[in-house]
């Protein structure tokens, strides 16, 4: 090979034997061969042989062969080489494009070569070759695709690459919807940027064409079946696509500029402005009505992706019986967060997961270029901020944002490629922000250079206008009338001029959010029924009792199967596992919806639920829930990917949709939850006062002290109580199996909705005391509190509350030292504190001294909440010593301790 050789150049005498084995087998070779040899066999017999010979006889000549390497570098690199940074040059990134890059020279421009078949324009001089891909691939748009690895896609999209891209031409009518999106939105920006002088409102300036680009994705993806959109995004832009694309009346954002919204004390603390979501309908102008939602946010950059997933997927799953082409996930990215997010690769490797697929994802990047004020150089190490997309396979659409007509193209594109394909697609939209992080920030302290441009440049509908009138597409005056038509709307809007938006229809999951109703103080006073009909529990054990005929489980599984056997239908007691398979499939009897997700859940981290069974031969799974009778929901458990922050969110979303849906996330060990902190200091706690949404998302969280180190110990009990207030979630620590399957059933029987943390057992999973009656299912209750029944109040000198594990510690020495004197008490739910059932407890030892024991050191666990709460009662406080870490990694000394504090309770 000579020094031009390049990427996929060869010698000719492979071309020669790539050749042969496509004469007799043409899928013996890739399908770029097979197109390049169809082309080549075409020529021959239309042309014959042209001045440059074959190599060998019935071959490929070199200069073909290098004109072939030259479309396929231009569809590899050529988006280096795109024209998509409408504010400055692009950095030289090397993409070896030049003919002599290829053996080629400006001698070859005039030769005729079969290879131009290849994009569509048959055989043609090198000269119309080269403009032809640079036309298609140097222009407005960056093409990157040719990482995508299964043929069928790849072909598709390189069509619609080399053959749509050169013959798209909107409509005088779409180019003028176009310019009214590019003008709505650009005097929007301005509109408030004049009226409200000095306030945060994080504009869409340099950036506006997303607005005309949102309006086309939904459009086209109304055309091609989509029902109902939801849009996840940070703060950049979002009062112009509330006000732009969602329909909120200007009326209801001038109000909140003005301070005069009404506070719905009812729901609490509220968010800012620019956090909040929003719902509404739209007709399309092909006549298709949309339901769109915009999904709440933090300002913890693209936290909100895997919401907006999870809450699509439970429409998916309910409302459009598993047909996911009916909704469209937008999200919509940053640059730097996009890169720089972690939170997006664990949503991305999601998006093909049968536990977490919800058929493909928009993403759209603003491309702003900066990161708060950071140049990209210092943001990223890789060449893109959308890289990640190769993950997937996703294809890639840079496009400069000063052009919105190759916008509309690539979202067009990107709709028909996911709902076709059902995946992911990234369109990356270069463009600039007019102002700093906000509009009172400088962003000229970091970024001189570039924000000298910024302040001359002239905004995207300026742009476009100057455009359309040079090509005589429209009226010279059009911008201008709309223009001012639009100024004295929105003067119309500040004037309370009342809008008349379309009257939102709520769907059938919304009408059952509507029958529910805020929680008040006295419903946690007395539990609701939560018990079931033993024909319920004899139906479901004999489906988790029987195996379908011929299935072969593990030895392991035997024993499980006989255990569960002599525990429903023999002892008519269980453990922890069953009474929770128990609680799950009356609920799936009841039509209810059951979610259970996360790390080896199906079998579960210590190998105690086995929901799902394998076959030790042929590993087909069986689902026993699955298979309790005809016409049930089926009992929807996935083991996660190893994700907290991802899966915790997508589990929040999916339960933020579904009022009846029994939505579970279990932590492979509670201690990791701090992985997914920002969802429950963001989402999950505060989502009655801050989100005003109800939400019944259940985490399991195992702790507990049984010598296996800092981080397989402690679920941090102490910051969920931290964070409890009011009625803002349930937090328990359990010790019973019936206690347990009525936690599970209440959550969906309560007339309203609440998160509940439960710091899940371990070793209790097979202690032979951690057992319930079936009777308890049947009859019972949930107990708050679990009172002393043996021993007798007169003879009581020391009292001692505990939660959850260390209650069987205590009960096992008690029992060993034989102590009548000593009364134990277990406190089953901390919140919403059941103050009244602990001090009946109380008050039935007088004079007794009252002692809290727990595992966890002094500094955590539930101690400083019980001071919080308890502030008038005096007790004392067994426990280890305050720490840093929450627990020792030696076992001998963790046995120290938990006997050392085992005896100073009794002492």
Same mark, same amino acid.
């Given at each position: 090979?000579?020094?031009?050789?390049?990427?996929?150049?060869?010698?000719?005498?492979?071309?020669?034997?790539?050749?042969?084995?496509?004469?007799?087998?043409?899928?013996?070779?890739?399908?770029?061969?097979?197109? %390049?040899?169809?082309?080549?066999?075409?020529?021959?017999?239309?042309? +014959?042989?042209?001045?440059?010979?074959?190599?060998?006889?019935?071959?490929?000549?070199?200069?073909?062969?290098?004109?072939?390497?030259?479309?396929?570098?231009?569809? &590899?690199?050529?988006?280096?080489? @795109?024209?998509?940074?409408?504010?400055r040059?692009?950095?030289?990134?090397?993409?070896? #494009?030049?003919?002599s890059?290829?053996? *080629?020279?400006?001698?070859?421009?005039? !030769?005729?070569?079969?290879?131009?078949?290849?994009?569509?324009? +048959?055989?043609?001089?090198?000269?119309?070759?080269?403009e032809?891909?640079?036309?298609?691939?140097?222009?407005?748009?960056? %093409?990157?695709?040719?990482?995508?690895?299964e043929?069928?896609?790849?072909?598709?999209?390189?069509?619609?690459?080399?053959?749509?891209?050169?013959?798209?031409?909107?409509?005088?009518?779409?180019?003028?919807?176009?310019?009214?999106?590019?003008?709505e939105?650009?005097?929007?920006?301005?509109?408030?940027?004049?009226?409200?002088?000095?306030?945060?409102?994080?504009?869409?300036?340099?950036?506006?064409?997303?607005?005309?680009?949102?309006?086309?994705?939904?459009?086209?993806?109304?055309?091609?079946?989509?029902?109902?959109?939801?849009?996840?995004?940070?703060?950049?832009?979002?009062l112009?696509?509330?006000?732009?694309?969602?329909?909120?009346?200007?009326?209801?954002?001038?109000?909140?500029?003005?301070?005069?919204a009404?506070?719905?004390?009812?729901?609490?603390?509220?968010?800012?402005?620019?956090?909040?979501?929003?719902?509404?309908?739209?007709?399309?102008?092909?006549?298709?009505?949309?339901?769109l939602?915009?999904?709440?946010?933090?300002?913890?950059?693209?936290?909100?992706?895997? #919401?907006?997933?999870g809450?699509?997927?439970?429409?998916?799953?309910?409302?459009?019986?598993?047909?996911? &082409?009916?909704?469209?996930p937008?999200?919509?990215h940053?640059?730097?967060a996009?890169a /720089?997010q972690?939170?997006?690769?664990?949503?991305?490797?999601?998006?093909?997961?049968?536990?977490?697929?919800t058929?493909?994802?928009?993403?759209?990047?603003?491309?702003?270029?900066?990161?708060?004020?950071?140049?990209?150089?210092?943001?990223?190490?890789?060449?893109?901020?959308?890289?990640?997309?190769?993950?997937?396979?996703?294809?890639? #659409?840079?496009?400069?944002?000063?052009?919105?007509?190759a !916008?509309?193209?690539?979202?067009?594109?990107?709709?028909? %490629?996911?709902?076709? $394909?059902?995946?992911?697609?990234?369109?990356?939209?270069?463009?600039?922000?007019?102002?700093?992080?906000?509009?009172?920030d400088?962003?000229?302290?970091?970024?001189?250079?570039?924000?000298?441009?910024?302040?001359k440049?002239p905004?995207?509908?300026?742009?476009?206008?100057?455009?359309?009138i040079?090509?005589?597409?429209?009226?010279?005056?059009?911008?201008?009338?709309?223009? @001012?038509e639009?100024?004295?709307?929105?003067?119309?809007?500040?004037?309370m001029?009342?809008?008349?938006?379309?009257?939102?229809?709520?769907?059938?999951?919304?009408?059952?959010?509507?029958?529910?109703?805020?929680?008040?103080?006295?419903?946690?006073?007395?539990p609701p029924?939560?018990?079931?009909?033993?024909?319920?529990i004899?139906?479901? +054990?004999?489906?988790?009792?029987?195996?379908?005929?011929?299935?072969?489980?593990?030895?392991?599984?035997?024993?499980?199967?006989?255990?569960?056997?002599?525990?429903?239908?023999e002892?008519?007691?269980?453990?922890?596992?069953?009474?929770?398979?128990?609680?799950?499939? @009356?609920?799936?009897?009841?039509?209810?919806?059951?979610?259970? &997700?996360g790390?080896?859940?199906?079998?579960?981290?210590?190998?105690?639920?086995?929901?799902v069974?394998?076959?030790?031969?042929?590993?087909?799974?069986?689902?026993?829930?699955?298979?309790?009778?005809?016409?049930?929901?089926?009992?929807?458990?996935?083991?996660?990917?190893?994700?907290?922050?991802?899966?915790?969110?997508?589990?929040f979303?999916?339960?933020?949709?579904?009022?009846n849906?029994?939505?579970?996330?279990?932590?492979? %060990?509670?201690? $990791?939850?701090?992985?997914?902190?920002?969802?429950?200091?963001?989402?999950?706690?505060?989502?009655?006062?801050?989100?005003?949404?109800?939400? /019944?998302?259940?985490?399991?969280?195992?702790?507990g002290?049984?010598?296996?180190?800092?981080?397989?110990?402690?679920?941090?009990?102490?910051?969920?109580?931290?964070?409890?207030?009011?009625?803002?979630?349930?937090?328990?620590?359990? &010790?019973?199996?019936?206690?347990?399957?009525?936690?599970?059933?209440?959550?969906?029987?309560m007339?309203f909705?609440?998160?509940?943390?439960?710091?899940s057992?371990?070793?209790?999973?097979?202690?032979?005391?951690v057992?319930?009656?079936?009777?308890?299912?049947?009859?019972?209750?949930?107990?708050?509190?679990?009172?002393?029944?043996?021993?007798?109040?007169?003879?009581?000198?020391?009292l001692?509350?505990?939660?959850?594990?260390?209650?069987?510690?205590?009960?096992?020495?008690?029992?060993?030292?034989?102590?009548?004197?000593?009364?134990?008490?277990?406190v089953?739910?901390?919140?919403?504190?059941?103050?009244?059932?602990?001090?009946?407890?109380?008050?039935?030892?007088?004079?007794?001294?009252?002692?809290?024991?727990?595992?966890?050191?002094?500094?955590?666990?539930?101690?400083? $909440?019980?001071?919080?709460?308890?502030?008038?009662?005096?007790?004392? *406080?067994?426990?280890?010593?305050?720490?840093?870490?929450?627990?020792?990694?030696?076992?001998?000394l963790?046995?120290?301790?938990?006997?050392?504090?085992?005896?100073?309770?009794?002492?």
């Open positions: 090979m000579d020094k031009y050789s390049y990427i996929a150049n060869a010698h000719s005498s492979y071309i020669d034997e790539l050749y042969q084995s496509y004469k007799q087998d043409p899928e013996s070779v890739d399908i770029t061969w097979q197109k %390049f040899f169809e082309g080549f066999e075409f020529s021959q017999s239309k042309y +014959g042989e042209n001045g440059h010979a074959a190599a060998a006889s019935g071959g490929v000549s070199d200069k073909e062969i290098a004109v072939s390497n030259l479309i396929h570098a231009y569809r &590899t690199r050529g988006h280096l080489k @795109s024209k998509t940074n409408p504010v040059e692009r950095k030289d990134r090397k993409a070896l #494009l030049d003919l890059d290829f053996g *080629l020279s400006e001698a070859d421009l005039d !030769v005729e070569f079969q290879s131009g078949a290849a994009i569509g324009i +048959g055989k043609a001089t090198l000269r119309k070759i080269v032809s891909l640079k036309q298609i691939y140097e222009g407005a748009v960056g %093409f990157e695709y040719m990482y995508i690895r043929p069928d896609i790849l072909e598709w999209y390189k069509k619609k690459v080399e053959f749509d891209a050169l013959n798209f031409n909107p409509s005088i009518d779409e180019k003028k919807r176009i310019l009214r999106k590019l003008n939105a650009v005097v929007f920006e301005n509109f408030l940027h004049t009226k409200y002088v000095g306030q945060k409102r994080f504009s869409l300036e340099g950036g506006e064409t997303t607005i005309a680009a949102l309006d086309a994705i939904i459009n086209k993806g109304a055309e091609l079946g989509v029902q109902e959109v939801m849009i996840g995004m940070a703060h950049r832009g979002r112009n696509v509330l006000a732009n694309i969602m329909g909120k009346t200007y009326e209801q954002i001038f109000n909140e500029f003005e301070g005069n009404a506070t719905d004390q009812t729901m609490g603390d509220g968010d800012v402005k620019y956090h909040m979501g929003y719902s509404s309908q739209i007709v399309t102008p092909s006549g298709n009505t949309v339901d939602r915009l999904a709440p946010n933090p300002s913890h950059l693209e936290a909100v992706d895997p #919401l907006v997933e809450f699509l997927r439970a429409k998916v799953d309910r409302e459009f019986k598993n047909d996911a &082409t009916k909704v469209l937008i999200l919509i940053g640059d730097a996009v /720089g972690g939170i997006v690769y664990e949503v991305v490797q999601m998006s093909k997961l049968d536990g977490y697929t058929g493909g994802t928009i993403h759209f990047v603003i491309n702003n270029q900066v990161g708060f004020t950071t140049d990209f150089d210092d943001a990223r190490s890789s060449i893109y901020c959308t890289d990640v997309a190769k993950v997937i396979d996703s294809p890639v #659409l840079h496009v400069n944002g000063d052009q919105p007509e !916008v509309i193209f690539c979202v067009n594109l990107a709709v028909e %490629f996911r709902q076709k $394909f059902q995946r992911d697609v990234f369109i990356d939209m270069v463009c600039y922000r007019r102002h700093g992080h906000n509009e009172s400088e962003p000229k302290f970091t970024q001189p250079s570039l924000y000298n441009i910024i302040s440049h905004n995207p509908r300026e742009v476009y206008n100057k455009h359309l040079e090509r005589g597409d429209v009226d010279a005056q059009l911008a201008d009338k709309m223009d @001012s639009f100024r004295d709307l929105l003067q119309d809007r500040l004037n001029v009342k809008q008349k938006p379309l009257p939102y229809q709520y769907s059938p999951m919304e009408k059952e959010w509507q029958e529910l109703r805020i929680s008040k103080p006295d419903d946690f006073e007395n029924k939560t018990s079931v009909d033993q024909k319920v004899d139906k479901v +054990g004999k489906a988790l009792t029987t195996i379908p005929k011929g299935f072969k489980p593990l030895k392991q599984i035997d024993k499980v199967l006989k255990q569960r056997t002599e525990m429903i239908f002892d008519k007691s269980v453990n922890w596992a069953t009474a929770e398979l128990l609680a799950y499939g @009356s609920l799936l009897l009841e039509k209810k919806i059951v979610r259970m &997700t790390q080896d859940v199906q079998r579960g981290t210590f190998s105690h639920r086995h929901s069974l394998r076959d030790s031969v042929t590993n087909k799974p069986h689902n026993s829930l699955d298979h309790i009778e005809e016409g049930q929901e089926k009992f929807r458990i996935f083991n996660s990917l190893l994700s907290e922050f991802g899966v915790l969110g997508f589990e979303g999916y339960a933020m949709a579904n009022p849906a029994l939505v579970i996330w279990e932590a492979q %060990f509670g201690d $990791f939850a701090n992985g997914a902190q920002v969802m429950t200091d963001q989402f999950i706690v505060p989502s009655y006062t801050k989100w005003q949404r109800m939400n /019944g998302l259940v985490l399991l969280l195992p702790h002290y049984e010598g296996q180190g800092p981080e397989h110990s402690n679920a941090r009990p102490e910051r969920f109580l931290q964070m409890c207030s009011g009625n803002n979630m349930f937090f328990c620590n359990l &010790t019973t199996p019936a206690n347990f399957f009525h936690m599970l059933r209440r959550q969906l029987v007339p909705r609440m998160p509940a943390v439960l710091m057992p371990k070793s209790l999973f097979r202690h032979p005391l057992m319930s009656p079936i009777s308890d299912l049947t009859d019972g209750s949930f107990q708050e509190v679990i009172g002393d029944t043996e021993v007798k109040a007169k003879d009581v000198k020391k001692i509350l505990c939660t959850g594990k260390i209650y069987f510690d205590l009960l096992d020495e008690r029992q060993k030292s034989n102590r009548k004197d000593v009364a134990l008490v277990r089953e739910q901390l919140h919403p504190f059941p103050r009244k059932k602990i001090l009946a407890e109380i008050n039935k030892y007088k004079g007794a001294k009252l002692v809290w024991a727990q595992e966890e050191p002094e500094n955590m666990g539930a101690w400083t $909440f019980l001071l919080r709460m308890f502030p008038e009662v005096r007790m004392e *406080l067994v426990s280890r010593k305050a720490a840093a870490s929450p627990a020792t990694g030696y076992y001998k963790h046995n120290k301790e938990q006997e050392e504090i085992v005896q100073k309770a009794f002492a």
